[in-house]
């Protein structure tokens, strides 16, 4: 079946600049989740939904990033005023209900702020 | 200090080599120990997980973790080129799906 999409692949943009990033879960999938990963970096947890719960936003690092998912179907990033250092390539994951430990991943958007 | 400590290599190995990947950790609620791998430009993909200490044996993949010492590692026996790739420790605590601590990420090539 269909894994996780995201799109766009690549985004180059200008500083100061907003940027929409979209991810499409696996069908069935209840819970998604945004990261970051930054040249040399581990991923940085950004945000976590779950169903139709409030989401967890913990992970986002400033008001700038912005997260929003229709029920259990696709979701946005929105990365507004960007930075060069948002540079970094956003990844998007998706598990069934109760499934933490084995996410799913989509190929990520590469985003490189000039 | 971080949470999960990886040694980002490059690692270089010869085909059919045994490769060891290691990570270390300092929160001692870590319960859920994973081997995420990841190849360029690719998202990564679920190699194997264990939980608590112990080992763990998947084709010519073996987890093992040491809870004592902090320290869980990743085996693969007779490389392959195909084997090529980033490899990235991930951990959790009983609790909490978004408390998922990432490695940086070990870079292995298998060299034919």
């Known amino acids: 079946g269909a894994g996780v999409s995201q799109s766009p692949s690549n985004k180059v943009t200008e500083k100061g600049k907003d940027v929409e990033l979209r991810c499409d879960p696996i069908?069935?999938?209840?819970?998604l989740y945004w990261y970051r990963q930054r040249l040399g970096q581990g991923l940085e947890f950004l945000i976590y939904?779950?169903?139709?719960?409030?989401?967890?936003k913990s992970g986002l690092p400033s008001d700038r990033f912005s997260a929003e998912r229709t029920g259990e179907s696709v979701s946005t990033l929105t990365i507004q005023r960007t930075q060069q250092e948002d540079s970094a390539v956003y990844l998007c994951?998706?598990?069934?209900?109760?499934?933490?430990?084995?996410?799913?991943f989509g190929p990520g958007t590469r985003l490189t702020v000039l | 200090q971080k949470e999960v400590e990886q040694d980002p290599g490059p690692l270089s190995v010869p085909e059919g080599a045994i490769v060891s990947l290691n990570c270390t950790y300092s929160?001692?609620?870590?319960?859920?120990f994973m081997w995420y791998r990841q190849y360029s430009r690719k998202g990564p993909e679920l190699l194997m997980y264990?939980?608590?200490?112990g080992n763990k044996e998947d084709g010519r993949f073996t987890a093992q973790v040491d809870k004592s010492s902090k320290y869980i590692s990743l085996f693969i026996r007779d490389s392959q080129p195909s084997d090529s790739a980033t490899y990235l420790c991930?951990?959790?605590?009983?609790?909490?799906?978004?408390?998922?601590?990432f490695g940086t990420g070990t870079r292995l090539t298998v060299i034919p």
């Open positions: 994951a998706s598990s069934p209900t109760g499934s933490y430990n084995e996410q799913f």
């Open positions: 069908s069935g999938h209840t819970a």
């Open positions: 939904f779950q169903g139709n719960s409030a989401p967890d």
């Open positions: 929160n001692s609620a870590f319960q859920y």
């Open positions: 264990t939980y608590s200490s």
């Open positions: 991930a951990m959790r605590g009983l609790t909490g799906a978004n408390n998922l601590f």
